[in-house]
């Protein structure tokens, strides 16, 4: 299958800093990507869907000046969390659809850890 | 919006018992049907799917049943291992659209 990664893997940042979040996908082009966040134990909750070439679109309650998404190329969509709070501490996954198959599956990266302090 | 509704939130059987997952949604246009299965800290993978216009796909160990005018979906498992202990999502989805909705998780725990 498709591989998808995520750079950094953890982060650990003071509060009211800025965070990038990059997610690649390496062996196939994708012109959407999607960012989801995830408590302990709970499920995956959409964020955003990142489309190459144009504005994301956000999810309900999601605030877009606190994370910014910018998908510059068919490979890299990146999550930036602005003035980060404690309260932006979780594990955030993205995923990118391979288009090539059919259905186009998501692919997921193998997510980045952020601990705020 | 789609909601997707997944039980039981755990399940625990016995080595080489079998074991259902069931999830249900709201949104009849729904065509696509993954399942994730998520070990500790680490990202989901995709075990499984079937779309609409299929009942039931199988693979190996692994098998899925969909039933369009109820509108549920199951993941059955045979013969676990305790390799099988992970955190398992349903989602639904429409093809073009792409966004899947998920359910909350079952956490399976197979015990020796």
């Known amino acids: 299958g498709a591989v998808v990664s995520q750079h950094p893997s953890w982060v650990i940042c003071k509060s009211g800093t800025s965070v990038k979040i990059e997610c690649r996908s390496l062996d196939f082009q994708a012109t959407t990507m999607f960012w989801y966040r995830q408590f302990p134990k709970q499920s995956l909750m959409l964020m955003a869907t990142?489309?190459?070439?144009?504005?994301?679109?956000?999810e309900q309650g999601v605030e877009k000046d606190k994370f910014l998404i910018n998908h510059a190329s068919l490979t890299l969509s990146t999550l930036t969390v602005t003035s980060a709070h404690p309260e932006d501490s979780s594990f955030y996954i993205c995923?990118?659809?391979?288009?090539?198959?059919?259905?186009?599956?998501?692919?997921f990266g193998p997510g980045t850890r952020l601990t705020v302090l | 919006g789609e909601n997707v509704e997944q039980h039981p939130s755990t399940l625990s059987v016995q080595e080489g018992d079998s074991a259902v997952i069931k999830c249900t949604y709201s949104d009849s246009a729904s065509n696509y049907f993954p399942w994730y299965k998520q070990e500790l800290g680490k990202r989901p993978q995709l075990i499984i799917d079937?779309?609409?216009?299929?009942g039931e796909k199988k693979d190996q160990r692994i098998a899925v049943t969909l039933n369009k005018t109820a509108k549920h979906f199951s993941l059955h498992i045979t013969e676990t291992q305790p390799e099988d202990s992970a955190v398992y999502f349903c989602?639904?989805?429409?093809?073009?659209?792409?966004?899947?909705?998920f359910g909350d998780g079952t956490t399976l725990t197979v015990k020796p």
């Open positions: 989602a639904a989805s429409t093809t073009n659209a792409g966004k899947s909705t």
């Open positions: 079937i779309r609409s216009n299929v």
């Open positions: 995923s990118a659809r391979d288009l090539r198959e059919v259905p186009d599956t998501q692919y």
């Open positions: 990142s489309n190459e070439g144009s504005k994301a679109t956000y």
